[in-house]
């Protein structure tokens, strides 16, 4: 059976000093997004694809069409929120996330070499990333929680564990501060599965962040939804 291990060498290094990566494709107006399909931008890292689509409150999350266009502008009517939906295509799955002002995606390497998706935001010291599995490797989802190993993130403390639903995906949330070579680092760790994936979904901050970030990334985690191929 597959062992997942989550390296905090690098994690916590990123947590301390940041990282570099690429910027947000732009500003975004207040309250109206203009329709300019044909200066929307996509980049590519390696096998995977980004691309940024305004987010859409008139419909609740996880029902954008998946047959538009992910470049396609659509205008906005909440004043909730300044953040891009981001569909980041990969080889395991499809992804959306709603990015939140001050978030961005970086390259997979810089959280970890098998992440689908990596995001960060700097100036609050957030990061979240997405890991997914085929579900065929696997003989049930119990089993593949059994699987991960979360010894390397420290000592753990402050545990707390709830049931979870969002955009299709379901599972465990985990909540903690883990401790190692003298950093605290809050972690929100949920293990969800969709239609075809069990995945893992990690955010963190530095543990004295905790209750300024906490809120943020619990947004940014339960905007993601994975899309059909």
């Known amino acids: 059976m597959k062992k997942f291990k989550i390296m905090t060498i690098l994690i916590v290094g990123l947590v301390i000093t940041g990282c570099s990566g690429r910027k947000v494709v732009e500003e975004v107006d207040d309250d109206v997004y203009i329709e300019e399909t044909s200066s929307e931008e996509s980049s590519s890292y390696g096998d995977d694809e980004v691309f940024y689509e305004p987010r859409d409150k008139s419909a609740t999350s996880g029902t954008l069409d998946e047959n538009k266009a992910a470049t396609e502008e659509t205008k906005e009517q909440s004043d909730e929120s300044k953040g891009k939906v981001e569909v980041i295509k990969t080889k395991n799955g499809n992804f959306k996330v709603e990015l939140t002002e ?66 299709e995906l379901k599972g465990e949330r985990r909540s903690f501060i883990a401790s190692k070579d003298g950093v605290e680092v809050y972690y929100i760790y949920d293990l969800v599965e969709s239609k075809d994936h069990y995945l893992q979904c990690i955010s963190w901050t530095l543990a004295e962040k905790k209750e300024s970030n906490k809120a943020d990334l619990i947004k940014v985690m339960n905007s993601l939804a994975e899309l059909q191929k």
């Open 102 to 167: 001050g978030w961005q995606s970086v390259e997979a390497k810089e959280l970890s070499d098998n992440a689908d998706v990596s995001l960060k935001n700097a100036a609050n010291e957030e990061y979240y990333m997405v890991l997914s599995e085929a579900k065929k490797d696997f003989d049930s989802f119990d089993a593949f929680k059994s699987s991960v190993d979360l010894s390397d993130l420290g000592e753990i403390t402050d545990e707390k564990k709830e049931t979870i639903k969002y955009n």
